[in-house]
């Protein structure tokens, strides 16, 4: 795909500031199996109603023994590239905290697996706030000579699970979405106009899997089995969660100038996580993109997969003022703003449980 405000490597050497990273392409895929809360509740002590009211989620996609990380990253990166009506990037970023193997990096293989050679790959882990990491990091390549950025956030938490927690099962699904950013000019829809990254490792604990670190593996004391499950404090998880993502979103907001965002598209942890936030952006509700009743909390894959069936509802549409905004384990949040360009874009596989 030509693309009219490109620019080339030569003149990004010689001012690279002029160079914004724009999002060009966008595509998500989610695993074939649909549990819903109905079937949770024929096997822990947990009900349709709870997991509704507590968290607004009403099913989730799982993969299946064997698919992975992965698996789910190339399709929805295959996705991506479809969109942009290109079949080459000059770089391959991936969020994941449940990459297939604890080394190496999975961004290789799902760079190789998607035909794109020996372009530079590797993972970013910043658990839910990843897919904002990614975003950033590619910004950072396309304004240093990358010409086009492949940023994918895909997790397999199902994985992970302990599985008699009743809570952290009804909460999380697997998935994967996708962006691509080429080279532009800031002036352009899709320009990724600005960015608040932050983290506290202070409060590390509250969301942790403990064992198969170099921590746990050092102390020589074998790992007990829950210790390889991902745990997490719900409760002051929830209250930094409103904090942050308040305070990240109208810091991003304020440094871009905007007076006012068009949409939010945030972290889908939780319904009333997302109608705080909205509410301290001043946001009605229809602005406030959600679809964590179908997909769960799918992790760095949130916000793409979140991306793709706004913009499949017609819910987000081009010129629309867009904020960003993840946040999770580290703790690490982060926000983005943009205005939303007009792209082609598949569904999100959706099938009934
Ligand atoms: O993605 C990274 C960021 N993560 C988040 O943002 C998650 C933030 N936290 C949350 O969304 C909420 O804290 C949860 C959804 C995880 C939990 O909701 P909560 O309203 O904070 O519930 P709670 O942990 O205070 O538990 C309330 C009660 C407890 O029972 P008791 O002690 O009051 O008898 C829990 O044992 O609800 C119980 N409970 C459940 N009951 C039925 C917890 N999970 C379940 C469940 N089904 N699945």
Known sequence: MSHPNRVGRGDDRAHPSHRAAVVDGLGA????????NHELASVLDTSDEWIRSRTGIGTRHLVAAGESTSDLAVEAGRRALKSAGTARVDAVVL?????????????????????????????????????????????GLVATGCD??????????????????????????????AVTVRAGSPGEPG???????????ELADLIAVDAGGSRQR?????????????????????????LRMSESTRAVRAAVG??????????????????????????????VVR???????????????????????????????????????????GSAALVWPD??????PRRLP
């Not at 790959?121 to 839910?128: H, I, L, P, R, S």
């Not at 320009?191 to 490792?201: C, H, I, K």
């Not at 889908?268 to 509410?279: K, P, T």
């Not at 706004?310 to 949040?333: I, K, N, Y």
Request: with cysteine; aromatic share 6%.
């Open 29 to 36: 895929w989610l695993p074939e199996r649909v549990v819903d």
């Open 148 to 177: 086009s950025v492949l940023v994918i956030g895909a997790d397999t938490f199902s994985t992970i699970l302990d599985p008699a927690d009743r809570t952290t099962r009804a909460i999380f699904g697997d998935g994967a979405g």
């Open 95 to 139: 969020a994941t905290s449940t990459p297939d193997r604890s080394c190496p990096a999975t961004a290789p293989e799902v760079a190789s697996r998607l035909g794109l050679g020996g372009v530079a790959a590797f993972d970013v882990a910043a658990v839910c706030t990843g897919f904002v990491y990614a975003l950033r990091v590619a910004t």
């Open 191 to 201: 320009a990724l106009l600005g960015f608040d990254l932050g983290s506290d490792g």
């Open 291 to 333: 679809n964590l009743d179908r997909v769960g909390n799918t992790v760095a894959a949130s916000i793409p997969v979140a991306l793709a069936d706004a913009v499949v509802d017609g819910a987000l549409r081009p010129g629309h003022r867009t904020l960003l905004c993840g946040f999770g384990g580290g703790l690490t949040w």
């Open 218 to 242: 050092s102390s020589g004391v074998p790992a007990a089995e829950r210790d390889h499950y991902f745990a997490m404090d719900g409760k002051p998880v929830f209250r930094h969660a409103v």
């Open 343 to 348: 792209l082609t874009v598949e569904a999100p």
């Open 258 to 287: 905007w007076d006012a965002a068009d949409r939010l598209v945030a972290h889908q942890a939780n319904a009333r996580i997302l109608a705080a936030v909205g509410e301290q952006l001043d946001l009605a509700d229809e602005q």
